[in-house]
């Protein structure tokens, strides 16, 4: 995925000899995403889409296996939330939520931080019978 320029590198620790990368999504994935949907239809956007949640997947597989994993301590969690929204609302929405994220991004190693990944997924609107 780092050479398919769909995650950075934005942090290496040395870890009992081995080197532990730390991965961001690079910001030219949603761009990128539009032109894959063109040329390669719903296979490439899937492919995209698998790529993401594997680096999802990887991130929480890693942690399950830590023997001192403790969720609530770690402030580790998930859920989903169904909206009701014209694509506006989402949009503004989604602006909020980088205005929250934003300075948090911004903040600079220091004693006490740690870095988690916050991951907002938007998905497609549900067909309705009538809809289709």
Known sequence: ME????????????????VERVYALSDNVQKDG?????EKGSEGLLLMFTRFMTGLLTQFHEYAGRPDADL???GVGFTTCPINATVEELNEAMRKIGEILVPLMQNPPAEGRQRH???VITTPPEKKAADE
């Open 117 to 119: 990944s916050i991951a």
């Open 72 to 74: 609530q301590h770690d």
């Open 34 to 38: 539009n032109e894959l949907l063109k």
């Open 3 to 18: 050479k398919d320029d769909i995650l950075t590198i934005v942090e290496e620790n040395r870890v009992r000899g081995a």
